[in-house]
C-alpha cells in the first residue's frame, strides 16, 4: 500500500478526490454532474463519497465561501473539562451552522467555527452553548482575511 499511487483507493474513487477539490460544480445537480465527467451515474458519486467518508477519507463536501458572502461567522471557543469534552462537542455538534469543531491543547480547549443567516441568529446559537456547556464562549470573529488553499492532492 505505501508504494501504491492510488493509495488503495480505485481509479474512480482517486479521481473523484482529485478532480472536485478545486472547482466544485455549482449547479442544482453537482454530483449528477461530477457523475457525467467520471463516467459513472449520480447514485454512484453519492455512494462513493459516503464510503469515503466512513473510511476517514473525505470528512466534509461543500463549498467554501469568502467571510461575509452569506451571512455572518465566527470563530468561538470554549474551555471545558477534559470529561466533558465529548458531551459538550455533541452539543456543538447539533448546530447545522457548526461547520468545524476541534479540541485544541489549551485551556479553552474546544473550537469551532458558527455561520448563520443572521448576527441574531449566531448570538442565539452562541448563548444556546454557552447555557448547556456551562462554559463560556469566547468570540473570535476575523480581523484579517487570509486565503488558504483547501486542497490536497493524492498522489
Same mark, same amino acid.
Given at each position: 500500500?505505501?508504494?501504491?499511487?492510488?493509495?488503495?483507493? =480505485?481509479?474512480?474513487e482517486?479521481?473523484?478526490?482529485?478532480?472536485?477539490?478545486h472547482?466544485?460544480?455549482? +449547479?442544482?445537480?453537482?454530483? /449528477?454532474?461530477?457523475? =457525467?465527467?467520471?463516467?459513472?451515474?449520480?447514485?454512484?458519486?453519492?455512494?462513493?463519497?459516503?464510503?469515503l467518508n466512513?473510511?476517514?477519507?473525505?470528512? #466534509?463536501?461543500?463549498?467554501?465561501?469568502?467571510? *461575509?458572502?452569506? *451571512?455572518?461567522?465566527?470563530?468561538?471557543?470554549?474551555? +471545558?473539562?477534559?470529561?466533558?469534552?465529548?458531551?459538550?462537542a455533541e452539543?456543538?455538534?447539533?448546530f447545522?451552522?457548526?461547520?468545524?469543531?476541534?479540541? #485544541?491543547?489549551?485551556?479553552?480547549?474546544l473550537?469551532?467555527? +458558527?455561520?448563520?443567516?443572521s /448576527?441574531?441568529?449566531?448570538?442565539?446559537?452562541?448563548t444556546e452553548?454557552?447555557?448547556?456547556?456551562?462554559s463560556?464562549?469566547?468570540?473570535?470573529?476575523?480581523?484579517?482575511?487570509?486565503?488558504?488553499?483547501?486542497?490536497?492532492?493524492?498522489?
Open positions: 500500500m505505501k508504494n501504491d499511487p492510488h493509495l488503495g483507493l =480505485s481509479d474512480i482517486w479521481q473523484l478526490l482529485n478532480s472536485f477539490q472547482n466544485f460544480p455549482m +449547479v442544482a445537480e453537482p454530483y /449528477k454532474e461530477i457523475g =457525467s465527467k467520471l463516467g459513472i451515474s449520480e447514485d454512484e458519486v453519492l455512494f462513493l463519497l459516503q464510503k466512513e473510511c476517514g477519507m473525505v470528512s #466534509r463536501v461543500g463549498c467554501v465561501l469568502r467571510n *461575509g458572502t452569506l *451571512g455572518v461567522s465566527t470563530l468561538a471557543a470554549v474551555e +471545558v473539562a477534559p470529561e466533558e469534552i465529548d458531551r459538550v452539543l456543538i455538534n447539533s447545522s451552522e457548526v461547520n468545524h469543531n476541534y479540541e #485544541r491543547e489549551n485551556a479553552v480547549n473550537w469551532f467555527v +458558527v455561520t448563520a443567516c /448576527k441574531e441568529r449566531l448570538m442565539e446559537i452562541l452553548i454557552e447555557n448547556k456547556s456551562g463560556p464562549v469566547l468570540m473570535l470573529p476575523m480581523e484579517q482575511n487570509f486565503h488558504i488553499n483547501l486542497g490536497f492532492p493524492i498522489h
